[in-house]
């Protein structure tokens, strides 16, 4: 199973949460999640995460992961910051240009090459989470 390039904002609960032994070979990379009632991500004894890359794991109130499963969680490039979005007040979840998240994630293939708006990821610098912004770093 994979869980890949969401944005999870204000969870009642946890953002992910992998609650059983069924929950084996997961792998999750380019998510925002953020503020969420418990844990952002929460795997428990018997759970397998075979990747866990480019994430923001981010619960201002308290615990950012619980890790009871297999695999590492944090990976490489996880973050435990709040999101940079444009206006969370105003529910725009797309990252502002430097914000936390903002060219943070890794590019990946189709299917997943492209935001929940359908606009193309760059080929280098992607966006965590569901959106991807119009805005590129200059190098």
């Known amino acids: 199973a994979s869980i890949i390039g969401n944005t999870l904002i204000d969870n009642g609960a946890y953002g992910i949460r992998l609650n059983s032994s069924s929950a084996d070979g997961v792998t999750i990379k380019n998510n925002m999640i953020d503020n969420t009632n418990s844990e952002a991500i929460e795997t428990v004894a018997g759970s397998t995460v075979t990747s866990s890359q480019y994430n923001n794991y981010y619960n201002a ?47 990946l293939a189709s299917p997943y090459n492209a935001d929940i708006l359908g606009r193309v990821r760059a080929v280098q610098g992607c966006d965590q989470g569901a959106y991807e912004s119009s805005k590129r770093r200059v190098f």
């Open 61 to 107: 109130g308290g615990t950012n992961i619980s890790h009871l499963g297999t695999g590492t969680v944090p990976g490489t490039g996880d973050t435990q910051v709040a999101g940079g979005f444009i206006n969370r007040a105003g529910d725009d979840y797309q990252l502002a240009p430097g914000g936390n998240g903002w060219e943070d994630g890794t590019c």
